[in-house]
């Protein structure tokens, strides 16, 4: 996932510059897009994990994305996040803040789990909870939200952004994009592509 999005914000680098990691962790993808000449600010819930990106000299700062985004409107060019909206409580306000703190034109980048492949399905039809594993793993499951296909587009529309591009991921590590739109059932994760129409 995070390779396929690197090399789509690439293409911006010489068009783009101001960028924003959302749910930075401790910076490596900010390190990678800062290489490419981005001006790059990362957040993360986590203080340990801002400690360590502080420590690789990025600009990173710990916030609460359910608290909507610290900046003015109209900052940044490109914003990713990665296998973050999903933690959110209320995705549809942080797709909003996403519009309200993008540039027009500006490019949002997500990775999303996929809810509905077939391991999910095969488990809801025997009556097993697609939480139980992680739950008897980790006591604790931390997605809020259930995303399909359908739903994520209702919630990106609901927020006035437009969606360019949404790719289904295959295979272990996540490296083969689904073309066929049957074949989807055996993805676990969506990539979107968003442009902030004004």
């Not at 488990?123 to 097993?128: A, E």
């Amino acid at each position: 996932e995070e390779r396929f999005i690197l090399n789509k914000i690439s293409t911006y680098a010489k068009i783009k510059n101001d960028f924003l990691d959302i749910g930075c962790g401790s910076g490596e993808i900010t390190q990678e897009v800062k290489n490419m000449g981005f001006n790059t600010i990362g957040l993360d819930f986590s203080d340990k994990a801002i400690e360590i990106a502080k420590k690789k000299n990025l600009n990173a700062l710990v916030h609460d994305l359910d608290k909507g985004l610290p900046f003015e409107d109209n900052k940044f060019d490109i914003k990713l996040a990665g296998d973050v909206i999903e933690h959110i409580f209320d995705p549809i306000f942080v797709f909003k803040e996403v519009k309200r703190v993008l540039k027009p034109d500006g490019i949002f980048f997500a990775s999303i789990p996929y809810d509905l492949n077939w391991k999910v399905r095969l488990k809801t039809l025997l009556g097993i909870s697609y939480q139980e594993g992680v739950y008897k793993a980790y006591n604790q499951f931390k997605h809020h939200s259930f995303f399909s296909e359908r739903l994520l587009r209702y919630m990106i529309n609901n927020a006035k952004l437009r969606i360019t591009n949404l790719h289904y991921i295959l295979g272990r590590n996540q490296k083969k994009i689904i073309k066929n739109k049957f074949l989807r059932i055996f993805s676990n994760s969506m990539i979107v592509e968003v442009i902030n129409v004004k």
